[in-house]
Structures are given as C-alpha cells and as structure tokens.
C-alpha cells in the first residue's frame, strides 16, 4: 500500500526540520503510482500531486508524526478536501414537492437508484413518489415499478388513457400527481444510452426545463475508472447537475472515479451505492472514500493514535511546569472570562447600588455572545493545546475554527489575545501593578 511504501521512503528520516526537496520528489512518485493504480484520471494526478508537495514543502516537520505519517496525514486531509468535505446533503423545495432528475449512462444503475433513493427517503419521514420517464428500453417502465414495489413506493407510469406518452409530459404530470396525493418527494428516473449521445441529452435536458428539478444527480458506475470524468464533464455541458452518486462501490473499483470527477466538475459526491439490496446505500463519505482510494485506513488510525498520546505527553508535562512556575494557560483565561461574565450579569443589580453607576458603561458595552464565542474555540482545543498554546499551528487552528463553528481569523485572534494577556499577566506577577482586567475583550 501507499502507507507501507512511504514508509519505506523515509527509513532513515526522523525529525528533521523540513522535509528535503529530494524526500518530497521520492514521496510524489509514491502518490503519483497509487493514485493512477485508483484509477485516478491523469490530469487530476497531476494535479493533486503538485498540490501534496506544495504542502509538505511548506510544513515543518511534526513532533508527533515521523514524515511518513506526516505525508499520509496531508494526503489524506487534500483527498477528503477534493471530496467535498463534509457530506452534502439533499436540498428539499420549501414549498410543493421536491423534484430530484437522475441522469446519468444506460446501466449507470439510476433505476435500481431511485428505488434506493426513495426508501431512504422514506425511512426519513418523507412519501416519494417514482416516476418512470425512460420510454426508451421496452421493460424500463415494469423494471421501475417492480423495484418500486420492493420498496413500498408508488410509480407513476404512462397509461394508455392517462394522455401522457412522451417523457417529458410524464415528467410534467407527475409533479402534478404528486401534489394531488400529497407526496412531498419525486424522483424522476430518465433513459440513458450505452454512449453520450445529442438526442439523449436532448430529452433530459428537456425533462428538466419542464419540471425545474430541485435536485439533479448525475449517477455514474464506479467500475467505468477512467472513462468517468469524460462522461461526467458531457452531461455537465448537456444537462448540467449539481451532486453525483457513484453506484456498484461493492465491485472492486478503488474509487479514483470519484476523486476525478470531483476534482474535474467541482460537483460534490453525495450518495454512493453499493450493491443489489435497496439497503446498500448511504450519504457519501469523504473521509472513507479516501482511505479507500488510497488504502490509508490502518495508518490512519496509527496517526491519531500517536497525535493523541504525544498530545498526552505535551499536557502531562504543562501540568508539571505550572505546578512549578505558575504559569498562565488558555484554560486560566477562559477561567477569567467566565468571571467576567458573572460580573456582567451582575451589571443591572450594581447599576442600581450608589456609588456604582461609574462601571454602568463599561459594563453594558461588554459583550457576553463574546464569552460564548471564546469558550466555544477553547473548548474544541485538546487539553495540551490549552496547556501549551505554542502548539497551536496552522492546522490546529483549521481544525478548531471547525469544531468550534468559528473563522480562523477569530482562533488567531483569540490566540493573540491569549498572549498578550498572558504578557500582561506575567508583567503583573513580576510586580507592575494592576493593569485592568487582562484580555477583556474590546
Ligand atoms: P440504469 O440503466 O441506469 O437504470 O441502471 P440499472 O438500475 O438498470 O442498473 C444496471 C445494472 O446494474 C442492474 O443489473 C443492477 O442490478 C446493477 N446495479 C445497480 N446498482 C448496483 C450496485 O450498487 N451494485 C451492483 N453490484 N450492481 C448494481
Ligand atoms: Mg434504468
């Protein structure tokens, strides 16, 4: 795997303060041959790899990880980037039914999809409706409605007599069904062709300007490797979409499908199928499709096994130093902002005492979402970080703007003003007096 030959790679490396050019281009060739093994389209390698080096130029090398790992970690973390990052999830209409179109290549699995699609829809609550819009293959239409049937989902098919025969009014009577029998779901499955062909894109392209969908999902086959990001880039032009669903993830295709498309159309991956069972489908996962593209799973796991117990080391060894010096940590200035509020709830009682009116301003201008603010960044930072704010290096502070909700410009400034009142504070224990409330925010 990737993990074992970069290991390889850097036998004889151990904290060093960077990374040599020479180990960087001995680590590219490692992605670079894993990726195309993933069957990751080569202009997506290209770039992908320029953007791993560009990185591991930049970092230092880390205390807690051997370069190694520190490679796997940012692979990992620009894979889960490209990926989407957080999961994307489907957009419902705020009012009438929410219309999603499946597009995609004939056998892509777009029926087999909807039938899926429409069960987790309806374990969620909600009551989707199919529609049948391929009248291109003879059993297309029966194909539906038998999966619609394993699921418990109404279809919604042409019949002789109901004056609908061509997909686009299919579609369009459809949405009208739907909001006479109050379903707040429809998922239209289209006809695909063997090959990307104009009239094909044509008639989706015209199911969707008749219907406006909420949702358009371009359903790709996983196994196609390569081939996928031509197809996918061809119904971007002709139809367009805004999510992508990879189907037949339970074959043994690596997954280099979904970073090429992802990468190439900027469209998120959202659901991913993986198998015959209606069951067999689930939200996309970012972070799991880049263990498997890469096979990086168990080194994964040793990677926050060791930032976890260096992080135990770092905050075993602040806490000797403060028994020994007394010294001042995030911890103490979040103690010290929790006070600051105590006082300020207390502003309205005092306000009212004589003698007191003279803080009323000060008081009434503080701001207490500023606390909430500051006590939701510190307490996404781990117990070393709080004892040794040093530690907290660009992806520390990217990680603890996400886990506290926040930008990385408020963890930066929050930083700054940790120090500076730790400044202050020690100035003051050296004897300078009472200089106001340190790190008061303002
Ligand atoms: P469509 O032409 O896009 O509507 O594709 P279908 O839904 O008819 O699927 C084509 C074939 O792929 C069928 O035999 C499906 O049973 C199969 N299929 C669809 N999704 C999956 C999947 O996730 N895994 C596997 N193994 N087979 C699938
Ligand atoms: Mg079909």
Known sequence: TLSDRLADTFKNLRGKGRLSEADIDATAREIRIALLEADVALPVVKEFVAAVKERARGEEVSQALNPAQQIVKIVNEELVNILGGETRRLRFAKTGPTVIMLAGLQGAGKTTLAAKLALWLKEQGRTPMLVAADLQRPNAVQQLQVNGDRVGVPVFAPEPGNGVGDPVSVARASVEEAKRKLHDVVIIDTAG????????????????????????????????????????????????????????????????????????????VMFASAGEKMTDFDLFHPDRMAGRILDMGDMLTLIEQAEKAFDEEESRKAAEKLATTGDFTLDDFLTQMQQIRKLGSMSKIMGMLPGMGQFREQLDNFDEREIDRIQAIIQSMTPAERANPKLIDGSRRARIAKGSGRQVSDVNQLVDRFFEARKMMQSMMRGGGVPGMPGMPG
């Open 193 to 268: 062709r063997l090959g990307v062909d104009a009239e094909l894109m044509k008639q989706a392209a015209d199911i969707r300007d008749a219907v406006r969908p909420d949702e358009v999902l371009f359903v790709v086959d996983a196994m196609i490797g390569q081939d996928a990001v031509t197809t996918a880039q061809m119904f971007l032009d002709g139809v367009g979409y805004d999510g992508v669903v990879l189907t037949k993830l339970d074959g043994d295709a690596r997954g280099g499908a979904a970073l090429s498309i992802a990468s190439i159309t900027g469209k998120p």
